[in-house]
Nanobody, 123 residues
Framework: QVHLVESGGGSVQAGGSLRLSCVPSGGTFSINAIGWYRQAPGKERELVARISLSGSIEYADFVKGRFTVSRDNAENTVLLQMNSLKPEDMALYYC???????????????????WGQGTQVGS
């Protein structure tokens, strides 16, 4: 079964840097779009950055100039480099992907949205 594997979160002080990575794993799939959302306590989940199949990138205004999202198509990996972290960046970060996945039962393909389990940034 396809799932998203995240890594790279941890404790960091304001002004520091972290890099998150996410890779879909399991099954046969292709990626349409992949990126990151975050959710702080008491707040709704919000888009941080995402990158499409064509390579177009969308950033939330609050991370422009500080975060960089990139994608390694050969490794099916998306990276989020976070620099100049602020206290308000501390949250649970979720990888999100739109995948075309092949059913192990029927062999047919279908589109679906997938979420990682979340990785904590900050204390």
């Amino acid at each position: 079964q396809v799932h998203l594997v995240e890594s790279g979160g941890g404790s960091v002080q304001a002004g520091g840097s972290l890099r998150l990575s996410c890779v879909p794993s399991g099954g046969t799939f292709s990626i349409n779009a992949i990126g990151w959302y975050r959710q702080a306590p008491g707040k709704e989940r919000e888009l941080v950055a995402r990158i499409s199949l064509s390579g177009s990138i969308e950033y939330a205004d609050f991370v422009k100039g500080r975060f960089t999202v990139s994608r390694d198509n050969a490794e099916n990996t998306v990276l989020l480099q976070m620099n100049s972290l602020k206290p308000e960046d501390m949250a649970l970060y979720y990888c999100n992907a739109i995948l075309r996945v092949q059913s192990v039962y029927t062999g047919t393909f279908s589109w679906g949205q997938y979420w990682g389990q979340g990785t904590q940034v900050g204390s």
